[in-house]
């Protein structure tokens, strides 16, 4: 009876639980993953800006018209 009772309490306690699937927020801004081609001493040029040069990349990109 007592494996019973415990049981039906682990039962009761994983009802009320919240999954929790880890990973990154839903961003309300997603990005589109796309492929493009650029000559290499272009690419060189922006890895040797420093860590970020992906982001300030597209933001360069974005400020096109």
Do not use: C, F
């Not at 049981?7 to 801004?29: C, D, F, Q, W, Y």
């Not at 290499?40 to 990349?57: E, L, N, S």
């Amino acid at each position: 009876m007592a494996a019973n009772k415990s049981a039906s309490r682990r039962t009761e306690m994983l009802a009320g639980a919240k999954i929790n699937k880890g990973g990154r927020p839903v961003s309300a801004n997603p990005r589109k993953l796309i492929t493009i081609r650029l000559p290499t001493d272009v690419i060189a040029r922006w890895k040797a800006t420093g860590p970020g040069w992906q982001t300030r990349m597209a933001e360069r990109l974005s400020k096109t018209k």
